[in-house]
């Protein structure tokens, strides 16, 4: 039996048929089986645009070769007598406490928020009504800020190669199409990942796992360098390790960390607002086409580099997707985006912002609690405007022009928007910068001037960093580990989750 790899270039409707006719041109065989290992879209010539799909193919009519293994992480189980306590059951948190379920470590992961299905009422609650749920929204609750999401599982990041490879073959496991192993920009949605988070929590707990939902870790009991047990309203939960994994939102619980002796740093982060289009035009501008049999929704990264001002860049694009109300706290308005599978919806939605260093925002270094303070306060200020959750909107046009002519616009984001002048709601370096970068994208992508503009998105990246030691851990703490999206190293599911495990692997390496 030999195995050979080879590129195809197929039409965007290709069939089985055709990929093993191919295969079988290619390589002058007819007895195979294969494997697809990427699949990407060629769009750079509008007139034919195609899959490039690099296959693997075994067969007794090849000579030698062999597949790579995937790479996979070693976790070595014993029953063992240590525990730990998870805080936060996003990525992060999950991923490193099924990591130290799986070795045998005696885990307790404590979430804040409820269940993914009662959170799924409570969203549809909130966007039907208004009402907020302070446990039940879109950054607060089982599986974290990503469940309701588009589940886009990019990460730039090369030297997270096993960890990634675990996530996404327990997301497989848990339900996940297969092509997220191969694709060049997979994605999950949020219909999936309903029911992913669900059955990675049934594995969790056959395991030998412990959840416990709707669980605020209010403080924390700490001395002589190490952590002793988590204050909750429930009461103490001791451990010998603590993993805290609460994303980016958790405002109150960085002040407590920061409280307790855990060293942060100001970090530079990113703001702006979402840009949303119809996604017939979107699919227009990059394929020449409103429709393009066997894909789903054409989709744009755009980067401007500043000229003098900050750089731009869109992030976090949800094609045929719809832009939510993110609040994680009641008096506070931000927007994301999410999409389903299919993303079929009308409209493509993407974060357009301006990345900042504090300095360049203050004129001085400040410390991490003013920078929560500052962004705490800048969604809070979106909320004022609106006195609620509808969206502080203008035309991509009048932001560029700085001028309000806009009325009534159709748009997917279920809470009604508003008239808002956002050029001047944003601190002036980052609304030039944002105007120069719509100027730029306007040229990029055809007809991208003509979308809308809203609210304020404040989540693309973390303004604090948590120092740490080389091996993980928390700075002048022996036990205690900060990761994920809010820890300031890692932003997007795939890198939170691989933060979260590096740090499990690190306790694991240490008891074993
Ligand atoms: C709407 C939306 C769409 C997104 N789309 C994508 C995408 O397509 N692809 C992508 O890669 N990324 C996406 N992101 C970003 C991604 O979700 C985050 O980067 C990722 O979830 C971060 O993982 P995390 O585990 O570090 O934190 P989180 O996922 O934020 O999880 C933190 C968890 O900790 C809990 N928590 C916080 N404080 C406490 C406490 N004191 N006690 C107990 N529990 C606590 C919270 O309730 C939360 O569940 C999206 C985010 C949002 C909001």
């Avoid at 189980?77 to 805080?87: D, L, N, S, T, Y």
């Amino acid at each position: 039996m030999g195995y050979r790899e080879i590129s195809l270039k197929l039409p965007t409707d290709y069939s089985g048929e055709q990929i093993r006719a191919q295969i079988a041109k290619e390589l002058h065989i007819r007895d195979f089986t294969f494997q697809i290992e990427n699949k990407s879209l060629d769009a750079r010539k509008k007139t034919a645009v195609h899959w490039l799909i690099r296959v693997g193919v075994l067969s007794p009519e090849l000579k030698g070769g062999e597949p790579e293994d995937l790479p996979s992480l070693d976790i070595p189980f014993r029953q063992r007598k240590e525990r730990a306590v998870v805080v936060g059951s996003g990525p992060a948190g999950f991923f490193s406490a099924f990591a130290l379920q799986k070795a045998g470590i005696n885990t307790t992961l404590i979430e804040r928020g409820s269940e993914v299905d009662k959170r799924a009422i409570g969203i549809s609650e909130f966007e039907s009504s208004g009402a907020f749920s302070p446990v039940s929204n879109y950054a607060f609750g089982e599986g974290g800020a990503g469940t309701f999401s588009d589940g886009k599982l990019t990460s730039r990041t090369k030297s997270i190669t096993r960890e990634k490879q675990f996530i996404l073959s327990s997301y497989v496991r848990a339900g996940a199409p297969e092509e997220i192993g191969y694709m060049a920009h997979p994605h999950l949605g949020s219909d999936n990942l309903l029911n992913i988070v669900k059955n990675l929590r049934e594995e969790f707990l056959e395991i030998g796992g412990c959840i416990r939902f709707e669980t605020l870790l209010e403080d924390l009991v700490v001395s002589g360098g190490r952590a002793h047990e988590a204050v909750t309203a429930a009461g103490l939960i001791g451990a010998d390790y603590f993993i805290i994994a609460p994303g980016h939102s958790a405002y109150e619980t960085y002040r407590m960390l920061i409280r307790n002796g855990a060293l942060f740093r100001a970090k530079p982060f990113a703001i702006g607002c979402r840009v949303e289009h119809p996604q017939a035009l979107i699919n227009m501008a990059q394929w020449g086409r409103e429709k393009l049999p066997g894909v789903r929704a054409a989709e744009y990264r755009l980067t401007s580099p500043g000229d003098g001002n900050l750089p731009v860049y869109t992030f976090c694009m949800c094609p045929g997707g719809c832009i939510v109300p993110a609040a994680a706290y009641e008096n506070t308005n931000i927007v994301n985006g999410m999409s389903r599978y299919k993303r079929d919806g009308k409209f493509a939605n993407a974060a357009c912002v301006a990345g900042i260093s504090p300095a360049q925002l203050f004129g001085r270094e400040i410390g991490p609690l003013e920078a929560l303070d500052w962004l705490g306060a800048l969604e809070e200020s979106f909320y004022r405007y609106s006195a609620g959750y509808q969206a502080p909107f203008c035309a991509i046009q009048d932001f560029i022009l700085r001028k309000m002519t806009s009325a009534v616009v159709e748009s997917s984001y279920p809470l009604g928007l508003k008239p808002a002048p956002l050029w001047e709601m944003l601190p002036a370096v980052v609304s030039d910068s944002i105007a120069e970068g719509l100027r730029d994208f306007s040229r990029k992508v055809r007809g991208f001037e003509a979308g809308v503009i809203m609210g304020l998105e404040s989540k693309t990246s973390a303004p604090v960093q948590a120092l740490r030691e080389p091996d993980g851990r928390c700075q002048g703490f022996d036990n205690l580990y900060i990761v994920g999206e809010g820890s300031g190293y890692a932003g997007g599911i795939i890198s939170s989750g691989a933060d979260g495990i590096r740090a499990a692997m690190n306790i694991i390496g240490k008891i074993s």
